[in-house]
């Protein structure tokens, strides 16, 4: 007799508990918070190429990766642009740390035309770029080698001891190489400006769409380290 009344008085309050939960007086469940995830932060540090000289704000190199990006993959990217106009790997050098942030996660190092414009030694050209990777290195930032090849009319001389530094430099310290910044946009009609080096908002597209590949690999590496 006594089970079944305790059965009684234990329905009842189950009956009870759930009409309270029903009108608001105890929460049926408690809210559970969405997890916010990190942004994997890449900068692009680079001269006019990465700033989009003469390009409007969503036209350059930098607000169309970050477009591509985005639709390209579901988890946060934030690409940040850290291009100057006119700069060489000596100016690149002097301003790296204070323009990548300590958020950094990984840098598309993009610099060297403009030395090779000026003829500039080969050697200063590679000593500075050396000195940024180790830089970036020991401050455990990834790095995206974007190559550049000098201009013919500087000769062949010139070009056999420019040309080999982004491959080197890539393979002494393990990175990631895309060969050819301006790759489908030099001396392709339609691609530049009218000065025939810098591209125009449809030759960023086609440099957009040829490095993505190596973006989306450097997330995954990010969002996924080797143990």
Do not use: C
Request: proline share 7%; hydrophobic share 45%.
């Amino acid at each position: 007799m006594f089970s079944l009344k305790y059965k009684k008085m234990t329905a009842a309050l189950g009956l009870a508990l759930g009409l309270y939960a029903l009108i608001g007086f105890i929460p049926a469940q408690a809210d559970e918070k969405p997890i916010v995830q990190k942004p994997i932060v890449i900068v692009a540090f680079g001269d006019s190429l990465t700033a989009g000289y003469l390009l409007g704000p969503d036209e350059g190199f930098v607000p169309q990766l970050q477009k591509a990006i985005s639709a390209a993959t579901t988890r946060p990217v934030a690409i940040r642009d850290a291009g100057v106009s006119g700069d060489t790997t000596s100016g690149g050098l002097s301003r790296l740390d204070w323009s990548i942030g300590s958020e950094t996660d990984a840098v598309i190092l993009e610099l060297g035309a403009n030395d090779a414009l000026r003829g500039i030694d080969p050697a200063i050209t590679r000593a500075n770029l050396e000195k940024m990777i180790e830089t970036l290195q020991a401050r455990h930032i990834k790095v995206l080698l974007a190559g550049m090849y000098a201009p013919p009319n500087l000769g062949a001389d010139f070009g056999e001891k420019f040309n080999p530094i982004y491959p080197d430099l890539a393979k002494k310290y393990g990175l990631a190489l895309y060969p050819f910044f301006l790759d489908g946009v030099t001396a392709v009609p339609g691609m530049t400006l009218a000065d025939g080096m810098h591209p125009t908002p449809e030759g960023v597209a086609v440099m957009v769409k040829s490095i993505l590949p190596y973006v989306r690999d450097l997330t995954d590496e990010i969002a996924s380290p080797a143990k």
